[in-house]
């Protein structure tokens, strides 16, 4: 049984050009998939990549992802150096000194001031050359927060299967109960009758007729077919190896409207309390559903 929760969290680290990566993992609750991704300004081009690699993995609720670079564990800290634009500086200062006939010399202490020649740490991270050491890290995080969720879903799930337990009880019950209804009805009709003083026998057809009514009304075998299969349909999709969350909210739907209709026709006490004790695990069951992937 391979049911998750839509609960967890999980971490992974990997290093980068003496830069520790690191991915933190989030989820919580969503009738559907969402990711908010918080990365660093260097690696938001690595957005998409992220989006598409935790949609591999998870299929419904809300993922948090935080990004981040540190120094590494020895603490080294390696400042970037932009040689390209270096040299343009350079270039273009040359130019201008030529074209000004401006005296002066153009040293390494002025293209070294000049703005972005050399970043700090921080933003010393390639993108494109970080994007190995980030999946490494987002998958070691994703590996941590399945795991999580699964071992909440292994809770999860059998708290459901204990819940369906006792509903089934509560249908055996009502099973039992459900054969002695007319005849209780037959006999507080008669009695009805006989109170009133008007002669009657036992086999006069109004009576038969009014009882096979109230018979035809309260016959409840249909839905209580249709709840014990929609019951099985919950139990076979628990240990299904795919994520169940939507299926077994429907068929939670379906089975509050047969007990919406099992405890409107059964015109007997001890079946409608025994409907309400039904109703109140599956609403139990319900809440415990919308935590499910």
Not at 12 to 36: H, M, P, W
Not at 91 to 96: E, F, K, P
Not at 279 to 289: A, C, D, F, G, M
Request: hydrophobic share 40%; net charge positive.
């Amino acid at each position: 049984m391979t049911v998750r929760s839509m609960t967890g969290y999980g971490r992974g680290e990997a290093d980068c050009q003496g830069v520790k990566l690191s991915v933190e993992l989030s989820t919580v609750n969503r009738k559907q998939s969402e990711i908010a991704i918080n990365l660093p300004r260097d690696l938001t081009e690595l957005e998409a990549r992220i989006r598409q690699a935790i949609n591999a993995r998870i299929s419904r609720g809300r993922t948090n992802v935080l990004v981040a670079h540190h120094a590494s564990a020895d603490g080294t800290r390696r400042l970037a150096l932009d040689v390209e634009l270096a040299r343009s500086y350079h270039d273009a200062m040359r130019a201008l000194q030529k074209k000004l006939g401006a005296p002066g010399q153009i040293t390494i202490d002025t293209i070294l001031q000049a703005p972005g020649v050399m970043r700090p740490p921080e933003e010393a991270i390639e993108a494109e050359s970080a994007w190995p050491a980030v999946e490494r890290a987002l998958a070691s995080a994703l590996n941590h927060l399945i795991k999580m969720r699964e071992r909440e879903g292994k809770h999860l799930a059998k708290d459901l299967m204990r819940r369906l337990k006792a509903i089934r009880q509560l249908l055996k019950e009502i099973r039992q109960l459900h054969p002695a209804v007319v005849k209780k009805f037959r006999t507080a009709l008669t009695e009805r009758i006989e109170k009133t003083g008007l002669p009657i026998s036992k086999d006069d057809e109004r009576l038969a007729k009014e009882i096979f009514l109230f018979a035809d009304r309260s016959d409840i075998s249909e839905e209580l077919t249709r709840v014990e299969s929609h019951l099985a349909q919950f139990a076979h999709h628990l240990r299904k190896e795919e994520p169940v969350g939507r299926a077994l909210e429907f068929i939670v739907q379906e089975i509050f409207r047969e007990f919406n209709t099992l405890g409107a026709k059964a015109n007997d006490a001890d079946i409608a309390q025994r409907v309400v004790a039904c109703k109140t695990e599956l609403e139990k069951i319900r809440e415990q559903v919308q935590n499910l992937e």
